[in-house]
C-alpha cells in the first residue's frame, strides 16, 4: 500500500524559486520511473519532467533551462527545482512514479500523489 505525498506548493512571485518534494512510503521494493505532472486551470494534465532509476532525465519544452528534476533513492524521494517562475507556471503539480509493492511479482504499478498547487503571481 504504498502513496505518494507532494509538498512545496506555494504563491511565489514571478521570478522567484520553489522546490518540490515527493515522498514515496509503505512497502517497496523498488521505483523505476519518477515524474512530474501538473495541471494549470482549464487545461489538461501535462508532463513536465522524467527521470529514470539510473538518473537520465527529460523535460517539456516549456520548462526546459528553467526546472531540474532529481531523485534521491536512499530516501524513495523525486524533487523538481524550479527556478525563473512565470505565471503560465500556476498550476497542481502531481508526482507520479513506478513502484514494485510485492517481494513476489516483479510488476511495477502506476501510483499518483494528491498534488500540491503552485501559484506564480504578483
Known amino acids: 500500500q504504498v502513496q505518494l505525498v507532494e509538498s512545496g506548493g506555494a504563491l511565489v512571485q514571478p521570478g522567484g524559486s520553489l522546490r518540490l518534494s515527493c515522498a514515496a512510503s509503505g512497502t517497496i521494493f523498488g521505483i523505476s520511473h519518477m515524474d512530474w505532472y501538473r495541471q494549470g486551470p482549464g487545461k489538461e494534465r501535462e508532463l513536465v519532467a522524467t527521470v529514470t532509476s539510473g538518473g537520465s532525465t527529460n523535460y517539456a519544452d516549456s520548462v526546459k533551462g528553467r526546472f531540474t528534476i532529481s531523485r534521491d533513492n536512499a530516501k524513495n524521494t523525486v524533487y523538481l527545482q524550479m527556478n525563473s517562475l512565470a505565471p503560465d507556471d500556476t498550476a497542481v503539480y502531481y508526482c507520479?512514479?513506478?513502484?514494485?509493492?510485492?517481494?513476489?511479482?516483479?510488476?511495477?504499478?502506476?501510483?499518483w500523489g494528491q498534488g500540491t498547487l503552485v501559484t506564480v503571481s504578483t
Open positions: 507520479n512514479a513506478g513502484v514494485r509493492d510485492r517481494i513476489l511479482t516483479r510488476m511495477y504499478r502506476e501510483i
